[in-house]
């Protein structure tokens, strides 16, 4: 069974690499916007940790954090990580202006600003022009665009994966790429 499930995590990571370079480049240099029924602030020893309760959803450019309960920990008014939890809390985020968006869902996320990272923990799941992996744990490294799914024996990593797309007779013949007969 190890070769089987080897040949899926290298088929994963086949799969999302080239395709998953989930943040617009200017993202993190938009304002964050949060809305909530409820919010707490608190002072910590080492920074500020600022919880939000019902039907959070929060925006920074064209990345989309949603969930039932969302913890934002900053230092020195920078934010460094957001936890969201749901059932399932959401995440996605646009990687080119002329693509949809990724869309990330577990029942926690942890997305750290500090490494760029999102962890999927709990009925993970990332969707992306119609293709899908599904596991217990999904990690994602924007900036090196590595990806590791987990899971465990009785829930394996799944994946499904949309067959490329031909170029149509049109796009060919705008492009030039027509070949006489």
């Known amino acids: ?3 089987l499930n080897n040949f899926c995590k290298a088929l994963f990571l086949v ?3 080239p395709v998953m370079g989930w943040a617009l480049p200017d993202d993190n240099q938009q304002p964050i916007n949060v809305e909530a ?3 707490e602030h608190s002072t910590l020893k080492v920074g500020e940790k600022t919880e939000y309760f019902g039907s959070v959803v929060m925006t920074q450019g064209s990345m989309l954090l949603t969930g039932d309960h969302v913890i934002i920990y900053s230092k020195q008014g920078a934010v460094e990580k957001v936890l969201s939890f749901g059932k399932p809390a959401h ?3 646009q990687s080119d202006p002329e693509k949809v968006p990724v869309k990330a869902y577990g029942e926690r996320i942890e997305y750290t600003l500090i490494d760029e990272t999102v962890r999927l923990r709990e009925n993970a799941s990332v969707i992306q022009d119609g ?3 599904t ?3 999904i990690d994602y490294n924007i900036n090196s665009e590595q990806v590791q799914a987990k899971s465990t024996e009785q829930q394996r990593v799944q994946m499904v994966l949309q067959p490329a797309t031909k170029p149509s007779k049109d796009t060919q013949e705008k492009d030039g790429n027509t070949s006489s007969k």
């Open 135 to 137: 596991g217990q744990r």
């Open 91 to 93: 995440f996605q985020q």
């Open 1 to 3: 069974m190890r070769p």
């Open 37 to 39: 029924n409820r919010a």
């Open 15 to 17: 799969f999302c690499l």
């Open 131 to 133: 293709s899908t992996v």
